[in-house]
């Protein structure tokens, strides 16, 4: 079994509970939270279905500032605890998704003497709560290493550094990755697939479930309902009670990102002050490009729909400009993007200054909500609300998740293995690394697609992606729509400046081909997922050729 398998079989699936046996459990969202929810309960025997009203981590866990990390920036609000729980997740994701989970340097430059002997106190602080099994201990570094590692820093002007380490990941393949292997558990999982409608009762709960491409409603039963609809946890608990009162804050969060010729850097992040030295931004080499943020502001607009403001562009370009040697402007944006944190209303003030624990709560009679909490320690808050589920019995009350490896084992032998197929195809190493990421051992069977199409090309030009993962993401992992594949199965709507419709050849095209879409539908398609990145980036996409129809001499 690889992949999710096919839609509309895993829909017929999740209808036939009413006639049939319910479900043991129905999770609501397919971030990180419900994904890590769905592999839990199933693993621990239990029969699982998860619906996600849009794309599977089309929420906030496509939106990261892409860390697993222990959170350096939370010891001011001395949140030892959560800071001590997220570096032993860290590790642990380290072993359980080595392909995906990868040790950075970061590099945290100091101007001024003063601050040096704070902020080795508190680098101390962060290797002792990982009980110093961090990667590697902090250690001090002179002037000529920082500049070495951080090109862009202004020559002369820094006083040394400190070298530390976390890791990065990318958000949307750990969801992917825990999905599939919730699957090969049993569970049933489908994307597109939105609640409207929830009726708590004790052991017997039923969903109303719109398939939105059809508009198709129907309905699923299910002994428990796990809502983690991330921010959006009170719109769906206004569905199974009418008295719901908000619980959330959602704090919006922007990054920029910009081309690696453009912001020079390669192997090490650095982690600079903004530019009133108020707050750190990270700037994290990620993928091809580099990404930098991120803010951290209340929001009360549309949770659908947010978007980077001018003030954000010109607060993040002004605090890079003002840490580092450079001149950037909005022209050197290549892409951008804006996420909501759903953090837990627990006091005023900044939401800066809210906790980022997570938060396990009854909604109604078998239905309970989990909301809060970091992508980095998603595995723990899946735990505890299965944890709670298991009260009732006729679920394990022990987590196997610890224990579960998410998409390979060994990256560097599948590596290998990858190389020597890509190569008789003239693919290279860059997509073979990329594969590798994106697809655990399953990269073997995009390589399969590749050959029997026998087409190397990249999906879009000038980026690692194969046009072969359109036709692999179709078929295995759900894709429905244009801004899946290019907003999440790969990440062209973040990295490319164009977002991968602009240029050349039409990774839509490829698409097109594998869902069998008229030329009207392939158009229509373009226009709506340029309208989706335009309406995150906060500007147009620029000059962008004329619509190609799809042809078989494009797909090559
Ligand atoms: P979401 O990912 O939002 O998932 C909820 C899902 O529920 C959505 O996909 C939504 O479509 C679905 N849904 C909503 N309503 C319905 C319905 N009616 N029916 C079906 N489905 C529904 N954490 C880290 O550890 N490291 C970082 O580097 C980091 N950086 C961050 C940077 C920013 C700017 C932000 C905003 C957050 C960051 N976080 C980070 C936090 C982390 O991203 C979130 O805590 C996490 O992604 C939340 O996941 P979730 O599954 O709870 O929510």
């Known amino acids: 079994m690889s992949g999710l398998g096919p839609r509309d079989i895993a829909l017929e699936k999740l209808a036939a509970t009413v006639t049939s046996e319910p479900l043991d459990v129905l999770v609501v969202g397919g971030g990180i939270t419900g994904a ?25 866990s496509s939106k990261s500032s892409k860390l697993v990390h222990g959170g350096l920036r939370y010891l001011e609000q001395r949140e030892f605890g959560l800071m ?18 990868e040790p950075i340097p970061f590099v945290l430059p100091v101007s ?29 570094i002179d002037p000529s290493e920082a500049e070495e590692l951080v090109p862009p820093l202004p020559k002369g002007k820094v006083r040394g550094g400190y070298l530390f380490y976390d890791c990065k990941n990318d958000d949307v393949r750990l969801v992917m990755e825990n999905l599939v292997q919730a699957r090969r558990y049993g569970a049933t999982v489908v994307n597109h697939a939105a609640v409207r409608h929830l009726d708590g009762k004790e052991g017997d709960c039923r969903a109303l479930i719109e398939d939105t491409p059809t508009a198709t409603v129907f309905e699923v039963r299910a002994r428990r309902v796990v809502v983690a609809a991330g921010v959006w946890a009170d719109r769906v608990e206004g569905l199974a009670r009418a008295d719901a ?33 108020e707050r750190m931004l990270f700037v994290i080499p990620w993928l091809d490009a580099v990404i930098v943020g991120t803010t951290d502001e209340t929001y009360e607009g549309d949770l659908d729909t947010p978007s980077v403001t001018d003030p954000d562009r010109d607060y993040v370009l002004s605090s890079l400009n003002s840490a580092f040697a450079l001149e950037l402007t909005a022209t050197d944006i290549v892409g951008a993007y804006a996420g909501l944190r759903p953090l837990i209303a627990s006091k005023q003030g900044a939401t800066a200054d809210l906790s980022r624990r997570h938060s396990v709560y009854d909604i109604a009679p078998g239905i309970i909500g989990i909301t809060g909490g970091k992508l980095t320690t998603y595995r723990r808050m899946a735990a505890d609300a299965v944890d709670r589920l298991s009260q009732d019995g006729g679920i394990s009350s022990r987590s196997r998740t610890r224990w579960i490896r998410l998409g390979s084992h060994d990256p560097e ?14 693919i290279g190493r860059d997509s073979v690394e990329s594969l ?35 036709a692999y993401c179709a078929q295995e992992e759900m894709v429905v729509d244009l801004d899946d594949l290019l907003a999440r199965r790969t990440r062209m709507a973040l990295v490319d ?8 050849r039409r990774a839509s095209a490829y698409l ?7 030329a009207d539908e392939h158009d229509r398609q373009i226009l709506a997922y340029r309208a989706e990145v335009e309406q995150e980036r906060g500007r147009p996409l620029g000059e962008t050729p004329p619509l190609e129809r799809p042809t078989r001499t494009q797909t090559g």
């Open 512 to 518: 097109a081909d594998a869902l069998a879409w008229s």
């Open 84 to 101: 001590r729980e997220a570096c032993t997740e860290r590790d642990l994701l380290r072993r359980l998704a080595p392909h995906l989970v």
């Open 112 to 140: 001024q003497r003063s601050t040096r002997a704070k902020l080795g106190v508190g680098l101390w602080a962060y290797d002792a709560l990982a009980s110093f099994r961090n990667m590697k201990i902090h250690k001090h």
């Open 36 to 60: 890590g929810i769905a592999l839990d309960a199933a693993s621990r025997g239990a029969t699982v279905g998860l619906v996600e009203g849009r794309d599977f981590a089309s929420g906030t």
């Open 436 to 470: 590798v990421r994106c697809y655990g051992d399953r990269s073997l069977a995009v390589i399969d697609v590749a050959e029997k199409s026998d087409n190397p090309l990249p999906l879009v030009e000038g980026h690692p992606p194969l046009a072969a993962e359109a």
């Open 413 to 426: 032998t599948l590596t290998r293995a990858v190389e020597r197929r890509a190569a008789r195809l003239g």
């Open 245 to 277: 009162r908000p619980r959330l804050r959602p704090s919006k969060g922007i990054h920029l990102v910009f081309d690696r010729t453009t912001l020079p850097l390669q192997d090490a992040a650095a982690f600079i002050p903004d530019a009133d030295r």
């Open 497 to 504: 400046r164009a977002a991968g419709i602009g240029t050349g």
